[in-house]
């Protein structure tokens, strides 16, 4: 029983990875590689936010906040809602700002 959990751990009971799920997988890493991103993704762990107000508190300029969102949106790595003519992001997977928490935990405990 401890090897068939062990197994569904690591995944290797769910055969070899199809060009879909590398993909997904590769560009989760390259959104988790760019430092914006990760800074802009670990921001929204405490809140919602709006470009304006993540460009304000990253120092950022607009334009580049909103480029970064757009990247992030199409990997489904946030999401957004519209409040009169204000979009407020948040992040929308648990699994990713999971993975992205431990790696920050990882570099501070070194």
Do not use: W
Not at 23 to 46: G, M, N
Not at 69 to 91: D, M
């Amino acid at each position: 029983m401890a090897d068939e959990k062990e197994q569904t751990i690591k995944g290797e009971d769910q055969g070899p990875l199809d060009e879909e799920t590398l993909f997904v997988v590769s560009q989760t890493f390259k959104a988790l590689a760019d430092p914006t991103r990760i800074r802009i993704l670990h921001l929204l762990c405490e809140k919602e936010m709006s470009v304006n107000e993540i460009a304000d508190h990253l120092n950022l300029r607009q334009s580049t906040v909103s480029h970064q969102l757009r990247f992030l949106k199409n990997l489904r790595l946030v999401k957004y809602r519209r409040a009169g003519t204000t979009i407020f992001y948040s992040n929308d997977d648990d699994h990713v700002i999971d993975l992205l928490q431990q790696t920050i935990n990882h570099a501070r405990h070194n």
